[in-house]
């Protein structure tokens, strides 16, 4: 669809601005967690799991903007964020009732994207966006939310 290809594309620039500015890595973190979820309309929950290097095979939640969740801490592996973290690639579910290795945060949650952040060819963290919309999510979303993660990826 061009007009999401469009609105990605300004996002992809303000969120450089954001990771370029003058803010703190969690401010910027937040900020960017901030600019999707106000513009784009089925991200309801958007948030960076991190991976503390003292901890091994361990997500831990940093800036998010949504609901709380009580999944503060993922093992990799457990989940659809563990999953990611393990096989080290995005994963898409369309259907988060369809989806076995599943830790809900909330019921009003149907669908789910999450793609890693790598930084010198590791696993650095996760970009994680839950949505309340069934089926939302394209190979725009995809390449829109890995490109962030990309950016990203130089404050971590
Ligand atoms: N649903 C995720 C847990 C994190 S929350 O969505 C914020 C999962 O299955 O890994």
Known sequence: MKEKRERFTILVKKARDIVNGQLDKDEKLNAI?????????????????????????????GPFEGEPTEHVKIPFGRGICGQAAEMKKTFVVQDVSKEINYLSCSPKVKSEIVA???????IAGELDVDSHTPSPFT??????????????????
């Open 116 to 122: 890693p952040i790598f930084k010198n060819g590791e």
């Open 33 to 61: 967690c901030k600019l999707l979820r106000d513009n784009v309309s089925y991200y309801d929950w958007v948030g960076f799991y991190l991976i503390d290097k003292t901890r091994e095979r361990e997500l831990l939640l």
């Open 139 to 156: 190979d725009e979303d995809k390449a829109f939310l890995e490109k962030i993660c990309e950016m990203v990826s130089k404050l971590l």
